[in-house]
């Protein structure tokens, strides 16, 4: 959520700000500041009606002790208690209009981001060279299948079209990859936490998901629990509310947490001719980082965290690059992404496999989640910054398809290879 002193100080900048992620939120934003006027004018107005009524109810003692008629007294207790429950009712209403639209609007995208979508997305640097090859390459979904790692066709019969199932090496390779991540980032400092995977609204609302996003998620609801839940479509989103209506200790943080979740998405997204097997699915594998800062502090933990992608990225052997989003491509929630794209070898291009965003405030806001100055005890709300670390969909597709050898074989990267007893080729 905005800040809304922001709104209120320069409206017009906010709106151009927004216009880079291809939102027109003039008129949202013009509805705010009358709400937001008519808001503070009725918490005033019923302010001095209270008072008033504090103040007439404190005379009744006495007038009654010196024998004073209190009838009119009483008939303008009940004035005020009418005027009262009137104003309240109207403020209802205010106060909800403008929630409504103040949880619509979108992140403001940083002073750095270009305006517009993908078309504007900039590499910014390059590891490795791409591999070639001196035999005709297979493509991930030909040899996972060739090698007995991946069940597509049982896949689709369980659940139907973007899921699949790992199985034998395959599944171990995949426990491979989460281990590789996970211990990687333990040795960083970070703590790991396994989250539900059954969310309540709140969650989806602090990580900015909804209102607006709520259909893009799997429902739960049964007859015995009138609750709603939904199946988290990453950990950031039950992560960043770990701390919510909390205010934290400035020694607290920062506070820096990885949890592997399977991921559900209820879009995966529409399919291409190259994006076969396991590079779009409903469910998946990752392991998240998430960060709590201090405000000063964050610009250095978005460099640790896109540092953190890049290092488990080169680790595995894969040329990749790191890429600046555009103010449109970055997800409503934002205020800046950096993704990190691998190339698998029989697609077009490059394929995110780790999306590294701040937030700032925003999340913050919308779940007051806070912190305490040590040295004046004022109040502020921390910022939030997350990143895969890493997805493993596309990550297992490229390793293979990378590492494959004329023989049809797979070399198994040197950091995975403690976690499979050794195994250095997959044949």
């Not at 709400?35 to 107005?45: M, N, V």
């Not at 333990?186 to 936490?193: K, N």
């Not at 479509?233 to 770990?242: D, G």
């Not at 496999?353 to 806070?370: E, F, L, M």
Request: with cysteine; hydrophobic share 35%; net charge negative.
């Amino acid at each position: 959520m905005l800040d809304i002193r922001l709104i209120r100080d320069n409206p017009e900048r906010v709106k151009e700000r927004l216009l880079y992620k291809e939102v027109d939120a003039g008129d949202a934003i013009d509805r705010i500041l009358e709400l937001d006027a008519s808001r503070r004018a009725l918490i005033a107005e019923t302010e001095t009606l209270k008072a008033e009524q504090n103040k007439v109810t404190k005379q009744i003692p006495a007038m009654k002790k010196a024998g004073e008629d209190t009838a009119s007294v009483f008939v303008r207790m009940n004035e005020l208690k009418e005027e009262i429950k009137s104003i309240d009712t109207r403020l209802k209403d205010v106060e909800n209009e403008y929630t409504t639209l103040m949880l619509g609007l979108p992140n403001l995208p940083d002073e750095d981001l270009k305006p517009g979508g993908k078309e504007n997305n900039e590499p910014i640097r390059y590891f490795g060279e791409p591999h070639k090859f001196d035999f005709e390459p297979k493509n991930h979904v030909d040899l996972c299948t060739s090698l007995g790692l991946i069940d597509y066709q049982r896949g689709v019969k369980l659940s139907g079209n973007g899921f699949w199932i790992y199985r034998g090496m395959g599944a171990r390779l995949e426990w491979a990859l989460l281990n590789y991540f996970i211990d990687t980032h333990i040795a960083d400092g970070y703590e790991l936490m396994l989250v539900p995977h059954m969310l309540g609204y709140e969650c989806g609302l602090t990580a900015g998901q909804f209102p607006k996003f709520e259909q893009d998620v799997y429902w739960l609801q049964t007859a015995e629990d009138a609750q709603r839940r939904f199946m988290l479509p990453t950990a950031e989103t039950a992560l960043v509310s770990v701390h919510r209506d909390e205010i934290m200790a400035e020694s607290d943080l920062p506070k820096k947490y990885i949890s592997y979740t399977p991921c559900f998405r209820r879009e995966a997204g529409s399919y291409r001719s190259d994006e076969r097997g396991m590079v779009r699915g409903h469910q998946f594998n990752k392991v998240e980082m998430v960060q709590y800062t201090r405000p000063e502090d964050s610009d250095a933990a978005f460099e640790e965290l896109v540092a953190k992608a890049e290092r488990l990225v080169s680790g595995l052997g894969f040329h990749f690059r790191t890429v600046k989003l555009a103010a449109a491509d970055c997800s409503a929630s934002m205020a800046r992404t950096y993704d990190i794209e691998i190339q698998i070898p029989s697609m077009d291009g490059y394929k995110e496999v780790s999306s590294v965003s701040n937030a700032r405030d925003y999340q913050a806001r919308r779940g007051s989640i806070r912190f305490r100055r040590e040295d004046t005890g004022k109040i502020e709300y921390v910022h939030t910054l997350n990143g895969s670390g890493l997805a493993t969909s596309r990550v297992l597709p490229a390793l293979v398809e990378q590492n494959q050898q004329a023989d049809g074989s797979v070399v198994v990267p040197e950091v995975l290879r403690k976690y499979l007893g050794g195994i250095e080729v997959i044949k």
